[in-house]
Protein backbone atom coordinates (compact mmCIF):
# COMPACT_ATOMS: atom_id res chain seq x y z
CA UNK A 1 0.00 0.00 0.00
CA UNK A 2 2.92 2.27 -0.70
CA UNK A 3 0.64 4.03 -2.69
CA UNK A 4 -1.46 5.22 -0.28
CA UNK A 5 -2.27 9.21 0.44
CA UNK A 6 0.12 9.86 3.61
CA UNK A 7 1.57 6.53 3.76
CA UNK A 8 3.96 6.46 6.56
CA UNK A 9 5.94 3.33 6.23
CA UNK A 10 9.79 5.21 5.28
CA UNK A 11 8.94 7.13 8.93
CA UNK A 12 8.36 3.90 10.97
CA UNK A 13 11.75 4.04 12.95
CA UNK A 14 11.51 8.17 13.31
CA UNK A 15 7.86 7.57 14.72
CA UNK A 16 8.79 4.69 17.00
CA UNK A 17 12.83 6.31 18.14
CA UNK A 18 10.84 9.32 18.49
CA UNK A 19 8.07 7.10 20.94
CA UNK A 20 10.64 6.68 22.81
CA UNK A 21 12.42 9.81 23.71
CA UNK A 22 9.22 10.68 25.21
CA UNK A 23 7.10 8.09 26.49
CA UNK A 24 8.87 4.48 26.92
CA UNK A 25 6.92 3.67 28.98
CA UNK A 26 4.01 3.35 26.92
CA UNK A 27 2.19 -0.02 26.51
CA UNK A 28 -0.55 0.68 24.38
CA UNK A 29 -1.50 2.65 21.06
CA UNK A 30 -4.42 3.68 19.34
CA UNK A 31 -3.41 4.60 15.79
CA UNK A 32 -6.58 6.44 15.01
CA UNK A 33 -6.68 7.50 11.31
CA UNK A 34 -4.41 3.88 10.57
CA UNK A 35 -5.55 3.99 6.67
CA UNK A 36 -2.40 1.20 5.19
CA UNK A 37 -1.99 0.21 9.30
CA UNK A 38 1.87 0.48 8.92
CA UNK A 39 1.92 2.50 12.09
CA UNK A 40 -0.20 0.34 14.03
CA UNK A 41 1.54 -2.90 12.84
CA UNK A 42 4.90 -1.40 13.89
CA UNK A 43 3.91 -1.05 16.94
CA UNK A 44 2.67 -4.18 17.50
CA UNK A 45 5.85 -5.65 16.48
CA UNK A 46 7.87 -3.70 19.39
CA UNK A 47 5.18 -5.42 22.13
CA UNK A 48 2.53 -2.80 22.23
CA UNK A 49 -1.15 -3.48 22.21
CA UNK A 50 -2.58 -1.80 19.20
CA UNK A 51 -5.57 -0.77 18.21
CA UNK A 52 -6.23 0.78 14.48
CA UNK A 53 -9.24 3.08 13.32
CA UNK A 54 -10.50 4.52 10.28
CA UNK A 55 -13.23 5.68 8.67
CA UNK A 56 -12.30 3.42 5.31
CA UNK A 57 -13.41 -0.14 5.63
CA UNK A 58 -10.49 -1.41 3.45
CA UNK A 59 -8.01 -0.47 6.33
CA UNK A 60 -10.17 -2.65 9.07
CA UNK A 61 -9.97 -5.53 6.66
CA UNK A 62 -6.11 -5.06 6.85
CA UNK A 63 -6.44 -4.65 10.47
CA UNK A 64 -8.36 -8.05 11.20
CA UNK A 65 -5.20 -9.69 9.20
CA UNK A 66 -2.30 -7.98 10.34
CA UNK A 67 -3.19 -6.94 13.76
CA UNK A 68 -6.01 -9.46 14.98
CA UNK A 69 -4.97 -12.63 13.49
CA UNK A 70 -4.25 -15.34 16.41
CA UNK A 71 -3.98 -18.65 13.84
CA UNK A 72 -2.51 -19.29 10.39
CA UNK A 73 -4.96 -20.36 7.96
CA UNK A 74 -5.56 -23.85 7.49
CA UNK A 75 -8.84 -23.71 5.15
CA UNK A 76 -9.85 -27.12 6.21
CA UNK A 77 -13.28 -26.97 4.59
CA UNK A 78 -11.42 -26.13 1.24
CA UNK A 79 -9.28 -29.30 1.09
CA UNK A 80 -10.85 -30.69 -1.89
CA UNK A 81 -10.01 -27.67 -4.19
CA UNK A 82 -6.25 -26.99 -2.81
CA UNK A 83 -4.19 -27.33 -5.91
CA UNK A 84 -0.18 -27.44 -5.94
CA UNK A 85 -0.22 -26.11 -8.95
CA UNK A 86 0.72 -22.26 -9.67
CA UNK A 87 2.76 -20.38 -12.37
CA UNK A 88 3.48 -17.81 -9.62
CA UNK A 89 6.11 -18.64 -6.88
CA UNK A 90 4.10 -17.62 -3.75
CA UNK A 91 7.11 -19.03 -1.43
CA UNK A 92 9.21 -17.14 -3.21
CA UNK A 93 6.97 -13.53 -3.12
CA UNK A 94 6.27 -14.26 0.71
CA UNK A 95 9.59 -14.83 1.87
CA UNK A 96 10.79 -11.62 -0.19
CA UNK A 97 7.72 -9.81 1.46
CA UNK A 98 8.28 -11.43 5.21
CA UNK A 99 12.02 -9.82 4.75
CA UNK A 100 10.38 -6.03 3.61
CA UNK A 101 8.28 -5.90 6.88
CA UNK A 102 10.48 -8.08 9.56
CA UNK A 103 13.91 -8.83 10.79
CA UNK A 104 14.20 -12.02 10.72
CA UNK A 105 16.93 -14.67 10.09
CA UNK A 106 16.36 -16.28 6.19
CA UNK A 107 16.00 -19.90 7.78
CA UNK A 108 13.54 -19.16 10.43
CA UNK A 109 11.67 -16.95 7.52
CA UNK A 110 11.86 -20.49 5.17
CA UNK A 111 10.94 -22.67 8.25
CA UNK A 112 7.86 -20.26 9.33
CA UNK A 113 6.40 -20.14 5.37
CA UNK A 114 6.85 -24.41 5.27
CA UNK A 115 5.32 -24.87 8.60
CA UNK A 116 2.55 -21.90 8.91
CA UNK A 117 1.56 -20.96 5.26
CA UNK A 118 1.48 -23.85 2.82
CA UNK A 119 -2.59 -24.46 3.79
CA UNK A 120 -2.78 -20.72 2.40
CA UNK A 121 -0.64 -21.32 -0.70
CA UNK A 122 -2.56 -24.36 -2.10
CA UNK A 123 -5.82 -22.11 -1.48
CA UNK A 124 -4.23 -19.26 -3.58
CA UNK A 125 -3.25 -21.31 -6.09
CA UNK A 126 -7.14 -21.87 -7.05
CA UNK A 127 -8.05 -18.74 -6.65
CA UNK A 128 -5.19 -17.66 -8.98
CA UNK A 129 -6.32 -20.45 -11.65
CA UNK A 130 -9.93 -18.70 -12.35
CA UNK A 131 -9.15 -16.64 -15.16
CA UNK A 132 -11.89 -18.12 -17.63
CA UNK A 133 -15.50 -16.84 -17.62
CA UNK A 134 -17.85 -18.72 -15.10
CA UNK A 135 -21.65 -19.35 -16.29
CA UNK A 136 -22.58 -18.78 -12.45
CA UNK A 137 -20.73 -15.32 -11.89
CA UNK A 138 -22.42 -12.14 -12.24
CA UNK A 139 -19.35 -9.66 -13.59
CA UNK A 140 -20.07 -6.97 -11.64
CA UNK A 141 -16.11 -5.37 -11.35
CA UNK A 142 -15.87 -6.31 -15.84
CA UNK A 143 -19.22 -4.70 -16.40
CA UNK A 144 -19.47 -1.26 -14.26
CA UNK A 145 -15.14 -0.53 -13.86
CA UNK A 146 -14.27 -1.33 -17.33
CA UNK A 147 -14.18 -0.40 -20.68
CA UNK A 148 -15.47 -3.28 -21.56
CA UNK A 149 -18.63 -2.88 -19.64
CA UNK A 150 -22.14 -2.51 -20.13
CA UNK A 151 -23.03 -0.33 -17.37
CA UNK A 152 -19.59 1.27 -17.04
CA UNK A 153 -20.78 4.98 -18.63
CA UNK A 154 -20.24 7.64 -17.04
CA UNK A 155 -20.82 11.61 -17.69
CA UNK A 156 -18.99 14.25 -15.89
CA UNK A 157 -20.70 17.30 -14.26
CA UNK A 158 -18.51 19.27 -17.17
CA UNK A 159 -19.81 17.05 -19.60
CA UNK A 160 -17.54 14.60 -20.65
CA UNK A 161 -18.86 11.20 -20.94
CA UNK A 162 -16.96 7.53 -21.41
CA UNK A 163 -16.22 4.33 -19.83
CA UNK A 164 -14.46 3.71 -16.70
CA UNK A 165 -11.40 2.06 -17.15
CA UNK A 166 -10.18 1.09 -13.60
CA UNK A 167 -8.76 -2.88 -14.86
CA UNK A 168 -7.81 -4.89 -17.92
CA UNK A 169 -10.99 -7.26 -19.33
CA UNK A 170 -8.64 -10.09 -18.05
CA UNK A 171 -8.01 -8.78 -14.33
CA UNK A 172 -11.48 -7.65 -13.84
CA UNK A 173 -12.84 -11.02 -14.62
CA UNK A 174 -10.33 -13.10 -12.09
CA UNK A 175 -11.49 -10.21 -9.99
CA UNK A 176 -15.15 -11.24 -10.32
CA UNK A 177 -14.16 -14.72 -9.98
CA UNK A 178 -12.02 -14.54 -6.70
CA UNK A 179 -14.86 -12.61 -5.20
CA UNK A 180 -17.44 -14.69 -6.12
CA UNK A 181 -16.05 -17.70 -4.34
CA UNK A 182 -15.12 -15.50 -1.73
CA UNK A 183 -19.04 -14.65 -0.87
CA UNK A 184 -19.80 -18.44 -1.24
CA UNK A 185 -17.41 -19.58 1.39
CA UNK A 186 -18.34 -16.97 3.52
CA UNK A 187 -22.21 -17.72 3.08
CA UNK A 188 -21.94 -21.33 3.40
CA UNK A 189 -19.55 -21.05 6.28
CA UNK A 190 -16.40 -22.98 4.86
CA UNK A 191 -13.78 -20.57 6.02
CA UNK A 192 -14.15 -18.91 9.15
CA UNK A 193 -13.56 -15.13 9.53
CA UNK A 194 -10.31 -14.91 9.77
CA UNK A 195 -9.51 -16.78 7.05
CA UNK A 196 -12.17 -14.58 4.87
CA UNK A 197 -10.39 -11.80 6.53
CA UNK A 198 -6.99 -13.00 4.96
CA UNK A 199 -8.18 -13.70 1.58
CA UNK A 200 -9.93 -10.13 1.51
CA UNK A 201 -6.74 -8.56 2.49
CA UNK A 202 -4.94 -10.29 -0.50
CA UNK A 203 -7.59 -8.93 -2.85
CA UNK A 204 -7.20 -6.05 -1.68
CA UNK A 205 -3.26 -5.34 -1.92
CA UNK A 206 -3.73 -6.79 -5.80
CA UNK A 207 -5.68 -4.53 -6.51
CA UNK A 208 -3.97 -1.65 -5.54
CA UNK A 209 -1.05 -3.20 -7.34
CA UNK A 210 -3.02 -3.81 -10.53
CA UNK A 211 -5.77 -0.75 -10.45
CA UNK A 212 -5.20 1.44 -13.63
CA UNK A 213 -4.84 4.56 -11.51
CA UNK A 214 -2.35 7.59 -10.27
CA UNK A 215 -2.32 6.50 -6.52
CA UNK A 216 -6.20 6.67 -5.84
CA UNK A 217 -9.27 5.52 -6.95
CA UNK A 218 -10.69 9.18 -7.46
CA UNK A 219 -10.25 8.62 -10.96
CA UNK A 220 -8.91 6.28 -13.54
CA UNK A 221 -6.48 6.68 -16.65
CA UNK A 222 -9.23 7.19 -18.98
CA UNK A 223 -7.24 6.85 -22.42
CA UNK A 224 -5.15 4.01 -22.00
CA UNK A 225 -4.07 0.81 -19.66
CA UNK A 226 -0.76 1.59 -18.30
CA UNK A 227 1.90 -1.12 -17.87
CA UNK A 228 0.85 -1.68 -14.02
CA UNK A 229 -3.02 -2.95 -15.07
CA UNK A 230 -1.52 -4.75 -17.55
CA UNK A 231 0.15 -7.14 -15.06
CA UNK A 232 -1.61 -10.34 -14.71
CA UNK A 233 -3.85 -10.08 -11.31
CA UNK A 234 -2.58 -12.92 -8.90
CA UNK A 235 -3.20 -13.01 -5.19
CA UNK A 236 0.25 -12.87 -2.45
CA UNK A 237 0.24 -14.67 0.61
CA UNK A 238 -0.38 -11.28 3.37
CA UNK A 239 3.28 -10.92 4.82
CA UNK A 240 2.02 -11.41 8.28
CA UNK A 241 3.22 -13.15 11.69
CA UNK A 242 1.23 -14.51 14.41
CA UNK A 243 1.87 -13.38 17.66
CA UNK A 244 -1.02 -13.78 20.43
CA UNK A 245 1.31 -12.48 23.55
CA UNK A 246 0.16 -9.67 21.92
CA UNK A 247 -2.85 -8.11 21.26
CA UNK A 248 -4.53 -6.06 18.33
CA UNK A 249 -8.29 -5.14 17.42
CA UNK A 250 -9.01 -2.74 14.51
CA UNK A 251 -12.19 -0.86 14.29
CA UNK A 252 -14.26 1.30 10.97
CA UNK A 253 -15.53 4.06 12.79
CA UNK A 254 -15.41 7.86 13.34
CA UNK A 255 -12.25 9.16 14.95
CA UNK A 256 -14.60 11.70 17.10
CA UNK A 257 -16.16 9.31 19.33
CA UNK A 258 -14.38 5.52 18.39
CA UNK A 259 -12.84 5.20 22.16
CA UNK A 260 -16.00 6.07 23.73
CA UNK A 261 -18.25 3.46 21.53
CA UNK A 262 -15.54 0.41 21.69
CA UNK A 263 -14.32 1.16 25.76
CA UNK A 264 -10.86 1.68 24.40
CA UNK A 265 -8.15 2.95 26.77
CA UNK A 266 -4.76 3.07 26.05
CA UNK A 267 -1.60 5.12 26.96
CA UNK A 268 -0.65 6.70 23.55
CA UNK A 269 -2.51 8.27 20.41
CA UNK A 270 -0.98 8.58 17.41
CA UNK A 271 -2.42 10.95 15.02
CA UNK A 272 -1.85 11.25 11.29
CA UNK A 273 -5.21 13.05 10.22
CA UNK A 274 -5.70 14.75 6.76
CA UNK A 275 -4.55 17.47 6.29
CA UNK A 276 -6.78 19.08 3.29
CA UNK A 277 -9.74 18.83 1.34
CA UNK A 278 -9.66 15.35 0.24
CA UNK A 279 -12.31 12.79 1.60
CA UNK A 280 -10.51 9.22 1.98
CA UNK A 281 -13.78 7.34 1.55
CA UNK A 282 -14.24 8.84 -1.94
CA UNK A 283 -10.58 8.68 -3.25
CA UNK A 284 -10.65 5.03 -1.67
CA UNK A 285 -14.16 3.88 -2.53
CA UNK A 286 -13.31 1.35 -4.70
CA UNK A 287 -11.17 -0.72 -2.11
CA UNK A 288 -13.81 0.34 0.28
CA UNK A 289 -17.00 -1.50 -1.86
CA UNK A 290 -14.76 -4.47 -2.38
CA UNK A 291 -13.71 -4.67 1.54
CA UNK A 292 -17.63 -4.82 2.08
CA UNK A 293 -18.40 -6.60 -1.34
CA UNK A 294 -19.45 -10.00 0.54
CA UNK A 295 -21.52 -8.54 2.73
CA UNK A 296 -23.79 -6.46 0.86
CA UNK A 297 -27.10 -8.09 1.52
CA UNK A 298 -28.71 -6.55 -2.06
CA UNK A 299 -25.93 -5.86 -4.70
CA UNK A 300 -27.92 -4.91 -7.25
CA UNK A 301 -29.37 -1.88 -5.39
CA UNK A 302 -26.40 -1.15 -4.24
CA UNK A 303 -24.75 -0.81 -7.95
CA UNK A 304 -28.19 1.18 -8.77
CA UNK A 305 -26.92 4.27 -6.92
CA UNK A 306 -23.52 4.48 -8.28
CA UNK A 307 -22.79 7.72 -9.35
CA UNK A 308 -19.98 10.19 -10.14
CA UNK A 309 -17.44 9.56 -13.27
CA UNK A 310 -15.54 7.37 -10.45
CA UNK A 311 -18.81 4.83 -9.86
CA UNK A 312 -18.98 5.35 -6.15
CA UNK A 313 -22.36 4.58 -3.90
CA UNK A 314 -22.68 7.82 -1.79
CA UNK A 315 -24.17 6.24 1.18
CA UNK A 316 -20.52 5.12 1.58
CA UNK A 317 -19.03 8.45 1.23
CA UNK A 318 -17.93 9.96 5.06
CA UNK A 319 -17.26 13.48 5.64
CA UNK A 320 -15.12 14.24 8.09
CA UNK A 321 -14.13 17.69 10.16
CA UNK A 322 -10.72 16.99 9.58
CA UNK A 323 -10.93 17.87 6.13
CA UNK A 324 -11.98 21.38 6.58
CA UNK A 325 -9.79 24.05 7.88
CA UNK A 326 -12.49 25.87 9.95
CA UNK A 327 -13.07 23.05 12.12
CA UNK A 328 -9.80 20.58 12.05
CA UNK A 329 -8.63 21.84 15.79
CA UNK A 330 -12.28 22.04 17.08
CA UNK A 331 -11.93 18.24 15.58
CA UNK A 332 -8.53 17.32 16.81
CA UNK A 333 -9.89 18.66 20.32
CA UNK A 334 -12.49 16.74 20.94
CA UNK A 335 -11.07 13.64 19.59
CA UNK A 336 -8.59 13.68 22.37
CA UNK A 337 -11.23 14.38 24.79
CA UNK A 338 -12.85 10.76 23.25
CA UNK A 339 -9.82 9.21 24.01
CA UNK A 340 -8.19 10.50 26.84
CA UNK A 341 -4.51 9.20 26.41
CA UNK A 342 -1.73 9.84 28.63
CA UNK A 343 0.33 10.71 25.98
CA UNK A 344 -0.24 12.05 21.89
CA UNK A 345 2.11 11.81 18.85
CA UNK A 346 0.70 13.52 16.17
CA UNK A 347 2.39 13.35 12.39
CA UNK A 348 2.25 16.62 10.22
CA UNK A 349 2.81 17.12 7.01
CA UNK A 350 4.11 20.83 6.32
CA UNK A 351 3.48 20.77 2.60
CA UNK A 352 0.32 22.13 0.92
CA UNK A 353 -2.34 21.61 3.10
CA UNK A 354 -5.32 23.53 4.69
CA UNK A 355 -3.18 26.38 5.59
CA UNK A 356 -1.05 26.84 2.98
CA UNK A 357 -1.84 27.52 -0.69
CA UNK A 358 -2.51 25.07 -3.09
CA UNK A 359 -1.14 27.33 -6.04
CA UNK A 360 2.18 25.74 -7.45
CA UNK A 361 3.91 29.69 -7.61
CA UNK A 362 3.42 29.66 -4.07
CA UNK A 363 5.70 28.88 -0.82
CA UNK A 364 4.14 26.53 1.42
CA UNK A 365 4.39 28.57 4.97
CA UNK A 366 4.52 27.16 8.47
CA UNK A 367 1.41 28.65 9.41
CA UNK A 368 0.07 24.85 10.26
CA UNK A 369 3.01 24.35 12.35
CA UNK A 370 2.25 27.33 14.44
CA UNK A 371 -1.62 26.32 14.97
CA UNK A 372 -0.79 22.72 16.19
CA UNK A 373 2.05 24.44 17.93
CA UNK A 374 -0.08 26.66 19.69
CA UNK A 375 -2.85 24.08 20.44
CA UNK A 376 -0.50 21.93 22.43
CA UNK A 377 0.48 24.46 24.40
CA UNK A 378 -2.57 24.93 26.06
CA UNK A 379 -2.74 24.41 29.95
CA UNK A 380 -3.98 20.90 29.90
CA UNK A 381 -0.85 20.05 28.04
CA UNK A 382 1.78 19.47 31.08
CA UNK A 383 4.56 18.58 28.69
CA UNK A 384 4.69 19.51 24.47
CA UNK A 385 7.40 19.11 21.94
CA UNK A 386 7.87 18.65 18.49
CA UNK A 387 10.95 17.67 15.87
CA UNK A 388 11.45 17.59 12.54
CA UNK A 389 12.09 14.22 10.71
CA UNK A 390 15.32 15.86 9.17
CA UNK A 391 16.47 17.06 13.01
CA UNK A 392 15.42 13.45 14.29
CA UNK A 393 17.32 11.59 12.17
CA UNK A 394 20.45 13.64 12.97
CA UNK A 395 20.48 12.76 16.36
CA UNK A 396 20.56 9.35 16.23
CA UNK A 397 22.27 8.67 12.23
CA UNK A 398 23.64 9.80 9.49
CA UNK A 399 21.09 9.44 6.01
CA UNK A 400 22.90 11.54 3.60
CA UNK A 401 20.49 12.31 0.86
CA UNK A 402 16.93 12.06 2.59
CA UNK A 403 16.59 15.93 3.44
CA UNK A 404 14.78 16.95 0.23
CA UNK A 405 12.18 13.73 0.51
CA UNK A 406 11.52 14.87 4.17
CA UNK A 407 11.90 18.34 5.26
CA UNK A 408 8.32 18.80 5.63
CA UNK A 409 7.51 15.64 7.86
CA UNK A 410 7.23 16.61 11.32
CA UNK A 411 6.19 15.12 15.27
CA UNK A 412 4.26 16.97 17.78
CA UNK A 413 4.70 15.18 21.12
CA UNK A 414 2.42 16.11 24.38
CA UNK A 415 0.88 14.50 27.72
CA UNK A 416 -2.11 15.42 29.03
CA UNK A 417 -2.04 17.21 32.87
CA UNK A 418 -3.34 14.37 34.76
CA UNK A 419 -5.03 13.31 31.82
CA UNK A 420 -8.67 14.75 31.26
CA UNK A 421 -11.94 14.55 33.62
Known sequence: MEKYLGNKRSLLSD????????????????????????????????????????????????????LELSHYPEFIGLDQLKSDISEFNLKKRLFDDLSKYYDLEDDYKKELININFNESIKVFNFLNSLTDIIPEVDYIFLDYYTQFGNKSNYKSLRGTEGKRNYFSKENAIILDNILFFLKKWKNDAII??????????????????????????????????????????????????????????????????????????????????????????????LLNFIAAFPTIPDIAAYLAN??????????????????????????????????????????????????????????????????????????????????????????YQSRAGEKKQIIDEYLFFASLNNKLG
Not at 32 to 44: L, Y
Not at 45 to 61: H, I, L, M, P
Not at 276 to 281: A, D, E, G, K, P
Request: hydrophobic share 35%.
Open 15 to 66: IYTFSQENCPDARSVLDIFAGTTNVARMFKEKGFTVYSNDANRFSQVLGKTY
Open 306 to 395: LEFVRGQNPKDDFTSDFCFKDKFIDALDTMIEDVNPRYIIMSYYGGRNHWNHWSKEEVPTDTGYKIISNYFSQDKYCQHTSTSIIKLRQN
Open 192 to 285: NDEEFHFILTAIIEEVVLIANVNGTFHDFNRNKLWPNSLQKFYLKIPAVKVDNKVKGFSFCSDSINVASKNNIQVDLLYIDPPYNFRQYTAYYH
